[in-house]
């Protein structure tokens, strides 16, 4: 993945952007911001949700559950897709915790580029799933 300074930059600017939209919880922006595998991933809200992408540039990918408010200042943990719920969380930290503990493997820095890039870079870098078939390359 892309860890040149531009990248970084991409992804703070990325962070400040969410911090100044108001869409987001205050206290969760400076949770997960505190939390350094989040820090260095790109962060975006929609319907006061916080989202983070393995790419910068939209459209992102969903394969990192997200944030959303909940009632009486909890959080409510989805995803990665919109159809999938994690559970509750009391406090911001425990909702940073509980996106930690489902990110996918060789989660590191975001990705300067788009989701095709990513995927691109993730299939020349990560293993082959073992559990997968091999081709029959006779079968053609």
């Not at 394969?63 to 009391?90: H, K, L, T």
């Amino acid at each position: 993945m892309d860890t040149t300074p531009s990248g970084h930059a991409l992804v703070e600017a990325g962070w400040q952007k969410v911090r100044s939209d108001g869409r987001v919880r205050p206290e969760l922006l400076e949770a997960a911001y505190a939390e350094p595998r989040l820090r260095h991933l790109f962060p975006w809200t929609g319907m006061g949700e916080l989202h983070f992408s393995r790419c910068t540039e939209w459209p992102w990918v969903w394969d990192v559950p997200y944030i959303q408010p909940a009632a009486n200042g909890e959080y409510w943990v989805s995803g990665p897709m919109r159809s999938e719920s994690v559970g509750p969380a009391a406090t911001p930290q425990q909702a940073v915790a509980m996106v930690v503990d489902r990110l996918p493997p060789n989660c590191g820095p975001a990705l300067v580029g788009t989701r095709e890039e990513l995927a691109a870079h993730d299939a020349a870098t990560l293993p082959m799933n073992p559990e997968a078939p091999t081709p029959n390359p006779s079968a053609n």
